[in-house]
């Protein structure tokens, strides 16, 4: 847990008690189905600059405790919207990774996005929608297919494969619900030392 809240501090992500508006927010979304999930969720950003693009970051990953997803869609002016989602049924590393983007997608058309770039750092995600790459498996060309028709409903759509590098905050959340989930629908504090608990000031204050 010590190891996730210092990656997750590094980027400004913050879980509140179980006893806060949007920590109950966090929790009923976590346990919902995505779909239904997007549909019943309120979000605190809504479309502007109609003329630009939205940036979309996501993220998926598989692991023996379980599945999860996250993502980051930011706007022109530089809002973000952050989840975390656990995945209910059993997925491969390729599908969680296509679970993302799909809903991803879903949430971008929930609030009338008309413009979107995506990011994954998923090689074959990327390439198998770009085209460069062919689906051969029956679950990967059913993924692509539904998110070929989601993307339809973009005005203007990009999808660019990055290192995990540039994709920490949608890396951190998916890898956390997947390994942590239990803890992470409970009652999880993130908080950051300003300093050194051996510092001199540090010391004064607590004597």
Known sequence: MEKWAIELGEHEISFLPSNSVKGQVLADF????????????????????TDEFWD?????????EGAGIGLLLVSPSGEEITYAIRLKFAASNNEAEYEALLVSLRLAKSIDIQQLTAYVDSQLVASQLNGSFEARDTSMKKYLELAKLLVKNFVAFKIKQIPRNRNKKADALSKLVSLLYDHFTKKVMVEVLER???????LMQQS
């Open 56 to 64: 979309l970051y996501t993220d998926g990953a598989s692991s023996k």
């Open 30 to 49: 976590l346990v919902e189905l995505p779909f239904d999930m997007i549909k019943q969720c309120e979000t605190p950003v809504t479309r502007r600059d």
């Open 196 to 202: 050194k608990s051996t510092d001199e000031d540090t």
